[in-house]
């Protein structure tokens, strides 16, 4: 983590309009809405939430004058340590022309020639970039390495600015195991997990046809869990498959894109701690088909949303754009869309210390420039973020 400027002993956020805490004990619907709200930030943490004209006093003071408030935004799925950039794939794909050669090994060749400093740079300015869109959590995976050495080294990047950190050594199987799968599945299971769990929360896999099958996925897993990660899931992406089904039967915290379910996919999350992370930058960025966030919800699937930032499918960390995507075209209603960018990344990432405005938690508050959160939906592309406190620090 980089140390933060010492925050002040407690300030005053006041003449907040309308204020989503996340917290159900509030009422009001799972969003917690208060109107004309205040919140007290003391050190990293909240202090206090509740009706402006009973807020205790704080050694600083600042009016929101009006502006709608809400958690900062929990991002529980991002690819943020690599090399280079895919500008002519995008282009050639939105041009209709299928894209040969490169995808993800092009990726994979950049970010091995780069130094470490290269590749920290570009991690800080991403996690910049999306703290200015109101993201104050972040989980950042590796896999653009796919060597002991790369891996190990994107992780001990990651592990000094992001919040969460997962190993992805089963992203792809890189070319230099292009003959030999089980070799590579040995190597992510064994040396390479070594290197990696101790700069890891978290293992993931990429189980899906063309890169790992339900097999290899539940080995990279189970040996993941053996050595103490929690478990996390690219699931059901591009096609039906197995994904959905393990990570549920794995008790992962997270099958993530959900894009292809069948009934009993849908069923199973239903029926678990499992979060369904639903990632539509990927779908806008490929001119794919979206999920159908209403189906998961309907059926009582707990529902995540993160702008899944890469250099290949869905290079954006906007959380904003995803809120309104997700309302526009996955069926979500707008308090829906922004509980699932703020609690239900939480939840994805096992968190109830971020995503939620209650005494305690940490203070991750952003104020918007509007009445109401439903703007992040009624008007896309806008940049609304007016002020953001991170672990208490005013960061924009
Ligand atoms: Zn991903």
């Keep these: 983590m980089t140390a933060a400027p010492p925050a002040p002993a407690a300030t005053l956020v006041t003449g907040i309009g309308q204020l989503v805490t996340n917290d159900p004990e509030r009422g009001a619907g799972p969003l917690g ?11 990293d943490r909240v202090a206090w939430v509740g009706p402006a004209a009973t807020a205790p006093p704080a050694d600083a003071r600042f009016d929101a004058e009006g502006r709608a408030g809400l958690p900062g935004f929990v991002d529980s799925h991002a690819h943020l340590v690599f090399a280079g950039d895919r500008t002519e794939e995008f282009a050639a794909r939105m041009s209709g022309r299928p894209y040969r050669a490169g995808g993800i090994r092009t990726t994979v060749a950049a970010t091995r020639a780069a130094s470490d400093a290269e590749l920290e740079a570009g991690l800080r300015r991403f996690l910049a970039e999306a703290l200015r869109q109101g993201t104050t959590t972040v989980e ?25 950190t997962t190993y992805l050594g089963a992203h792809v199987v890189p070319p230099e195991y292009a003959e030999d799968p089980a070799g590579y599945v040995d190597l992510v299971t064994g040396p390479m997990l070594d290197a990696c769990a101790p700069h890891a929360r978290w293992v993931d896999v990429f189980c899906e046809r063309g890169a ?12 993941g869990a053996a050595r103490g990660l929690g478990l996390r899931v690219h699931a059901n992406q591009l096609g039906p498959g197995p994904g959905v089904r393990l990570a549920v039967e794995l008790g992962a915290a997270s099958a993530d894109h959900c ?44 529902v995540a949303l993160s702008p899944d930032c890469n ?19 996955m069926g979500m209603t707008p308090d829906e869309a922004v509980h699932a960018a703020t609690a239900g990344g939480a939840r994805a990432l096992r ?5 939620v405005l209650r005494p305690g938690a940490r203070a991750d508050l952003q104020l918007l420039d509007a009445p109401s959160h439903v703007h992040l939906a009624y008007r896309p592309g806008v940049p609304l973020t007016a ?6 620090v005013r960061a924009v």
């Excluded at 809405?33 to 050190?43: I, Q, Y």
């Excluded at 339900?214 to 990279?220: M, P």
């Excluded at 009934?263 to 239903?270: E, P, Y």
């Excluded at 002020?387 to 208490?392: E, K, Q």
Aim: aromatic share 6%.
């Design 212 to 223: 790992f099958d339900g097999d290899q996925a539940r080995a990279v897993l189970t040996a």
């Design 387 to 392: 002020a953001v406190w991170r672990a208490g």
């Design 140 to 164: 950042c995976k590796s896999g653009y390495g796919l060597t002991t050495a790369d891996e190990e080294r994107a992780l001990r990047i990651a592990a000094r600015h992001a919040d969460e």
């Design 259 to 302: 894009t292809h379910l069948d009934d009993a996919d849908v069923a199973a999350l239903a029926d678990s701690e499992t979060v369904a992370t639903l990632l539509p930058g990927a779908e806008f960025s490929t001119r794919s088909r979206y999920p159908d966030a209403r189906r998961l919800l309907d059926a009582g699937a707990a």
């Design 33 to 43: 809405l208060l109107r004309d709200a205040a919140v007290v930030l003391e050190g």
């Design 311 to 329: 250099p290949g499918s869905s290079f954006t960390s906007s959380m904003p754009f995803c809120v309104a995507l997700a309302v526009r075209e």
């Design 351 to 355: 968190r109830t210390d971020v995503g």
